[in-house]
């Protein structure tokens, strides 16, 4: 399987976040991608696509924002990561904001996902990641290939972050291969949390197929979104399906209903899967409250594999640093090639 990464991708390093009302140390931080390169000697050159791929899922002034963040937030003479401190939960419309503070609020939807100097650089070569992965399956004809996309994308939504994530690396890499004629394309996200930016951007679209497995939103973040009754709507209605599952699920509660996500999946008659994988299923998370066990895992890939489809597989969450590159490495090995 080819694997791919960038160096750029460690720019991002923000310092805190806050979580459960306290100060805590940037969970998404540069060890995490560090502990799965060491799990392998050969990593692909990223290509660089341009914007485009990236404007085709997201809102050009968003993009222009998480661009000129930074810079802005450096010039109002603030320290520290910029994090916004105000949202529009009601009301939200389109405004002329020239405070960054402002526009901070506008575009997130949390105070976990702070903008530093190397963030849209990160966000940037994570998308190109994406992209260039779905292009080796394209021009080798390989049944797989991992993108080790850092930061994350399946919070952010076609104009707002939030999550740790930034551009949604598993919608961009959609859009391209429907652009490419690979479609219908499918997107199976297996993160411990729901993929509340990726179900966005497609719930009125009827030629993407959005599945998700992950914590019932009622006890876990996003809590607003991921809920079973969420079907998508309009044009896209029946092809979203939720499957929130309790705290403490292991893997033997796991496999029965990834089956039937498996099984939605070719029924729809997807040509292509998009895997959101995070391994903060596993036991050792310190964010997440699920029961996998490693060799659960492998069991997952593997089942996914035996599906038959090329699968084009997105890192998605995983903060057990310690264990983070033996439990990817253990996802991969579950893959027929």
């Known amino acids: 399987m080819k694997l791919f ?65 930074w810079r802005d937030w450096q010039a109002a003479g603030r320290s520290g990561d910029a994090i916004g401190y105000t949202f529009p939960i009601v009301h939200r419309r389109p405004l002329d904001l020239t405070r960054i503070d402002a526009r901070l609020g506008a575009y997130c939807f949390d105070a976990a996902t702070p903008i530093a100097t190397g963030t849209w650089d990160a966000a940037y070569w994570s998308a190109q990641c994406a992209l260039t992965a779905l292009d080796s399956m394209v021009s080798t004809g390989a049944p797989h290939a991992f993108a080790l996309c850092r930061p994350p994308g399946h919070h952010s939504g076609a104009d707002y972050m939030g999550g740790y994530c930034y551009l949604n690396n598993a919608a961009i890499a959609a859009r391209q291969a429907q652009a490419w004629g690979l479609g219908p394309v499918a997107i199976l996200d297996i993160d411990y949390h729901h993929g509340n930016g990726t179900q966005d951007i497609f719930y009125e679209d009827p030629d993407v197929f959005f599945c998700s497995i992950h914590a019932d939103p009622v006890t876990d973040y996003p809590f607003y979104w991921g809920h079973a ?109």
């Open 229 to 337: 009754d969420e079907t998508g709507t309009g044009a896209g209605a029946g092809t979203t399906l939720n499957l929130p599952l309790p705290h403490g699920t292991r893997g033997a509660d796991y496999l029965p209903v990834l089956e039937r996500a498996l099984a939605a999946i070719a029924d729809w008659g997807a040509r292509l899967l998009v895997v959101s994988f995070g391994a903060d299923t596993h036991e050792s998370d310190p964010i997440s409250h699920f029961a996998l066990q490693r060799e659960d895992l492998a069991a997952i890939a593997a089942h996914i594999s035996a599906q038959g489809l090329p699968v084009l597989i997105l890192m998605e969450g995983g903060y057990a640093v310690g264990d983070l590159g033996r439990n990817v490495s253990a996802f991969l090995s579950g893959f027929a090639s």
């Open 5 to 69: 990464f960038d160096d750029r991708q460690l720019g991002h390093a923000p310092l805190r976040e806050l979580h459960n009302g306290e100060w805590t140390p940037y969970a998404e931080n540069t060890e995490r991608p560090r502990s799965i390169l060491k799990e392998y000697a050969d990593w692909g050159t990223v290509r660089d696509f341009g914007i485009d791929p990236i404007l085709a899922v997201h809102d050009a002034a968003y993009v222009e924002f998480l661009r000129i963040a």
